[in-house]
């Protein structure tokens, strides 16, 4: 089957690339012409180039393909105008679902993210029903909330079925970019304080996100949200499996909600000064102090079997330490554990 796949360069669609090419399908890539390709060098794939926000250009390339995967996104807290992200966001996926249209593609599988589905100040579980209040969220919650509810609008409009997979916090390689999920384990490796902070979140690995979407696409219910993800955790108890599977300290204190937004405005006042991008942001301190525990047990009713967290970050930080985002003085200072080494032993043999 030939396959579309947008946002192939990002850490989720190129395990998606990976994985539709070991499963034998054909694969076709929607990139910028400015895209740095090195991520896909090697692979059996047909290059479609092109503008995500162009309609005309998406339904081009989409010719004479079976399904779509839209992958394709922006994942900060920093740098984007709410307005223009939020635009964005919901003009990019109506477009994919029109080329799908007019294409006579009958299905769209797309990322989303479990953050739509709000976030509990206690440790309760949440499922796929809506929850939460988004007056109040970074404008990367917001733009998800729109983008998903536009996507089944539009769907239902065209007779297009879609399904959303919404990942929670997604970490792997390899990750050129540096999203901001990989990001966190950097700068707690960085910061050396080893501050944790209060609250928690799911953690799970790109490899799963992308053998999901397969799943969804041959037996995922056309309308339905899933959320895909693996362990819920403390930050402290994220945080301490870092340090332990790099033989560092930490964490030495945990910090509150409004000490993480004073932190983070201090942040981004040095940023107009050094023009250093902020290792925080009042965007993501927001998020400090509450739990964004999922359950991913109705897409495991479909045969959804995730890694363990601590898997998701041996493979992570096997590659990130080897990465240009570790700088040379750091990576002196990282004593890796031997579940580290034995996992790169592992992939060396096979």
């Known amino acids: 089957m030939k396959v579309f796949v947008t946002g192939a360069t990002g850490l989720i669609g190129n395990h998606l690339v990976k994985e539709l090419l070991a499963n034998g399908d054909e694969v076709k890539v929607f990139v910028r012409k400015t895209s740095n390709l090195e991520i896909l060098s090697g692979y059996n794939v047909e290059f479609a180039f092109g503008d995500i926000n162009s309609e005309e250009e998406l339904t081009k390339a989409a010719k004479g393909c079976a399904l779509i995967y839209h992958t394709a996104g922006v994942f900060a807290y920093w740098g984007y105008d709410e307005k223009t992200f939020i635009a964005e966001a919901k003009q990019s996926m109506e477009n994919v679902i029109h080329a799908a249209a007019i294409n006579h593609i009958s299905r769209v599988v797309f990322t989303s993210s479990s953050v739509t589905l709000g976030a509990s100040d206690t440790k309760e579980i949440l499922s796929e029903n809506k929850s939460g209040n988004f007056n109040d969220a970074p404008a990367y919650i917001k733009a998800k909330v729109i983008q998903e509810n536009s996507a089944f609008e539009t769907g239902n409009k065209n007779n297009v079925e879609v399904i959303a997979i919404c990942p929670t916090i997604t970490i ?5 970019h540096l999203t901001e999920s990989n990001r966190m384990i950097v700068n707690f490796l960085k910061d050396p304080y080893k501050a944790t902070w209060i609250g928690g979140c799911n953690i799970v ?23 895909a993800g693996s362990e819920n955790m403390e930050w402290k108890e994220i945080h301490s499996m870092i340090s332990k599977l790099c033989g560092m300290p930490g964490p030495y204190f945990e910090v509150l909600h409004t000490s993480a937004y004073l932190l983070s405005a201090m942040h981004e006042l040095l940023y107009h000064f050094t023009n250093t991008r902020p290792t925080s942001t009042r965007e993501q301190a927001k998020m400090v102090g509450k739990y964004y525990w999922y359950s991913s047990d109705k897409l495991k009713q479909l045969g959804y079997s995730p890694q363990s967290a601590e898997d998701a970050f041996i493979e992570t930080i096997s590659w990130l330490v080897t990465s240009e985002h ?7 200072s990282i004593k890796l554990s031997e579940k580290i080494y034995a996992y790169r032993n592992k992939n060396i043999s096979e």
């Open 205 to 227: 690995s790109a490899r799963d996100i992308a053998k999901a979407m397969i799943l969804l696409a041959h037996n995922g219910k056309s309308g339905e949200i899933y959320i």
């Open 326 to 332: 570790i700088p040379a003085s750091l990576r002196a």
């Open 172 to 176: 792997g390689a390899p990750d050129f």
